[in-house]
């Protein structure tokens, strides 16, 4: 491969909260015995390096000492409809339907504002990304959950005769639409989002649409913008995306917001701008300008050969080695989410004890509870294969298959 996905990295004391809060309590995983280096496989965010043409464009750009008041560069729109073009097949994209947001939870808040009177009742999916839910309570709305079901063949489905009947119950006029879904990883079929969008047009209900995974789609999958689907969920969608997420450029902050219907894309921009902080960074800027470049194009296609070698591995081993443990691959994503309920039942053990035992040697995955999963565990995989392979030897020998 022409880029870097081998090298193991040493992030201790590097800005990462994946390695630095363990044993910090909450969500982090507690630290590892003595003898047993750490596998941090909690936080969504990759242990690669980043694609060359980022920290390029950003040491360019801090060659000149100067930081003050900027406007955002034309190369930052352009760079935006070229990706859309080459990755999405979109085509009408224009400079005025893109918004700069300094998070996809932020322009969730934003365009809930726009569409819903606080205590109003949203629609999400669920197993369902805790940053939804904390944020989207802890701005006063009530979330309506509608349970994704498996398939004859394990592959997670919407179920929409759910949807639409709470719909009508509960008079909800929004929903948090995630694709490819966090934390099941499917990568919807256009016929899926089609049948949902009539749904959502029978009953005039928003959708925010939440595309931040939608360049890491894996094995042959397709991803489809929500709003390709028609003219009217064109106009009926508010849809995220983000270089930090392919890029893994959390830490430098900026997504932003596609949004055709003038009208809501008015308000939403009006609502995001009460807080007085939703303002772009220059290098940020400059990161998303650096990682859309034709090399960005070169580097995710090898991240994606690698993640989906990854997710092959870990899948086939659990198969094979983890009795009682069930997953359903992920399509997209570079997250597992494990179901152990028939491990736990077998061997009279609870989710707690899989925890204790596998963070105490240094495989720090997170609990699942806190995305609706009863007795879950949500992986990254988003690492050199020589650490997919030594954490899963280690679940084998210390945990799943202890004597």
Not at 176 to 201: L, T, Y
Not at 330 to 347: A, R, S
Request: charged residues 25%; proline residues 4%; hydrophobic residues 40%.
């Amino acid at each position: 491969m022409k880029y870097d996905f081998t090298t193991v990295m040493n992030r201790v004391g590097k800005d990462a909260i994946a390695v630095d809060s363990l044993g910090t309590g909450g969500a982090a995983p507690n630290k590892p015995k003595e003898g047993f280096d750490v596998i941090p496989m909690w936080v969504a965010d990759m242990n690669f390096p980043v694609v060359p043409t980022v920290t390029e464009a950003i040491t360019q750009r801090i060659s000149h000492p100067a930081f003050g008041y900027f406007p955002a560069r034309d190369e930052y729109f352009d760079s935006i409809i070229d990706w859309q073009k080459r990755r999405n097949g979109v085509t009408e994209l224009k400079r005025e339907h893109i918004g700069y947001e300094n998070g996809v939870l932020g322009c969730v808040i934003s365009t809930l504002g726009v569409l819903c009177s606080k205590g109003d009742n949203v629609l999400l999916h669920s197993p369902t990304y805790t940053g939804f839910t904390g944020t989207i309570e802890n701005n006063g709305y009530n979330i309506i959950h509608s349970p994704l079901v498996k398939d004859e063949n394990g592959i997670y489905r919407m179920d929409f005769a759910d949807m639409e009947e709470k719909i009508v119950r509960h008079n909800i006029h929004a929903t948090v639409f995630c694709s490819p879904h966090n934390p099941c990883g499917r990568v919807w079929e256009r016929w899926e989002i089609e049948k949902a969008m009539e749904i959502f047009k029978k009953h005039e209900v928003f959708v925010f649409s939440d595309e931040i995974w939608s360049d890491i789609i894996l094995g042959g999958h397709k991803h489809i913008p929500t709003q390709s689907i028609s003219e009217d969920a064109k106009m009926r969608t508010v849809a995220a995306y983000a270089p930090t997420k392919t890029f893994n450029l959390a830490g430098l902050v900026g997504s932003y917001h596609i949004i055709y219907n003038k009208w809501l894309r008015d308000r939403v921009n009006k609502q995001a701008s009460l807080s007085v902080y939703n303002s772009m960074n220059v290098l940020s800027m400059y990161a998303l300008i650096g990682a859309y470049k034709d090399e960005g194009h070169e580097w995710l296609a090898e991240l994606r050969e690698v993640i989906t070698g990854n997710v092959n591995y870990a899948c086939d081993y659990i198969a094979k080695h983890f009795d009682g443990v069930e997953v359903s691959k992920p399509q997209g994503t570079y997250m597992l989410f494990l179901d152990c309920t028939k491990w736990c039942e077998k061997h009279g053990k609870t989710l707690d004890d899989i925890e204790k035992a596998a963070w105490d040697v240094g495989v720090a995955f997170q609990d699942g509870r806190m995305f609706h999963g009863p007795c879950h565990l949500r992986v990254n995989l988003a690492h050199p294969f020589s650490r997919i392979k030594e954490a899963f030897d280690r679940l084998d020998k210390y945990v799943f298959n202890a004597l």
